[in-house]
């Protein structure tokens, strides 16, 4: 009986997915993933609500790709732009966001070096 249900299931599984219309399948790049103007979107409206979003960072998405350009101060909104595209499905990511020389020195925008004074008891 076991057998027959599981067989009638598949049966019932391959049915549905050759009965399935083509034409209201989502255009994509791979497998089932999003369309380019699906990503951009969500890639934008995940900017909006973030900490980089303030950068003034622009995306552009063509074949899967995320083309990232823009500037910070901050070198971690770098890579966050990455991460935040190849969460929305980006496929590869080109990151040309450019990070200032001062970026990583808190309280020490010149980049000379510190001198620190140790004090022994």
Known sequence: MR???????LFVLAACSWAAPAGKL???????????????????AKL??????????????K??????????????HKG?????????????VVNNIKVSETAGKPGNPTGAPRHVEVKSN
């Open 3 to 9: 057998t027959l249900f599981a067989i009638l299931s």
């Open 80 to 92: 966050s732009a990455t991460r935040m595209a190849k969460t929305a499905g980006a496929l590869r």
């Open 26 to 44: 989502t255009p994509s790049h791979s497998q089932g993933k999003f369309s380019d103007a699906e990503i951009e979107a969500t890639i934008k």
């Open 48 to 61: 909006l609500k973030s900490k980089i979003g303030k950068d003034g960072f622009q995306v552009h998405v």
């Open 63 to 76: 074949e899967g790709v995320a083309t990232w350009t823009g500037a910070t101060s901050i070198m971690q």
